[in-house]
């Protein structure tokens, strides 16, 4: 059974920083996509960033810069380290992952099989 579990969210003041943590059980990361998605109050789930097989990395155009996806084959653990966030980052950052995502896909949450429970992002102003 796969299991993933975000950690590291909590209340920060615009213009910090914050690394999440994604951990999983029964899942190896290195072997599959693996991305960061996210939900404010009132929309719908939007892409954050994404790392493949390779360690190669995806993000949406308006996060490049100040999010910087990795992750650490040796710990089994996918990362989000955020700088720079602003009152707009606030939401529920979710991890997920699963055999069907490729490059055309990475950013398609409905392709992500599994899912973590999310970690709250606040970021106050």
């Known amino acids: 059974q796969v299991q993933l579990e975000e950690s590291g969210g909590g209340l920060v003041q615009?213009?910090?920083?914050?690394?999440?943590?994604c951990a999983a059980s029964g899942w190896t990361f290195r072997q599959?996509?693996?991305a960061w998605f996210r939900q404010a109050p009132g929309k719908e789930r939007?892409?954050?960033?994404?790392?493949?097989g390779s360690g190669s990395t995806r993000y949406?155009?308006?996060l490049k810069g100040r999010f910087t996806i990795s992750r650490d084959n040796t710990e089994n653990a996918v990362y989000l380290q955020m700088n720079s966030l602003k009152p707009e980052d606030t939401?529920?950052?979710?991890?997920?992952?699963?055999p069907a995502v490729n490059w055309r896909t990475y950013d398609n949450?409905?392709?992500y099989d599994y899912w973590g429970?999310?970690?709250q992002v606040t970021v106050s102003s």
């Open 14 to 21: 615009a213009g910090g920083s914050l690394r999440l943590s």
């Open 32 to 34: 599959y996509y693996t």
């Open 46 to 52: 939007e892409f954050v960033a994404a790392i493949d």
């Open 60 to 62: 949406t155009n308006s």
């Open 91 to 98: 939401a529920v950052y979710y991890c997920a992952t699963g």
């Open 109 to 111: 949450s409905a392709k």
């Open 117 to 119: 429970r999310g970690t």
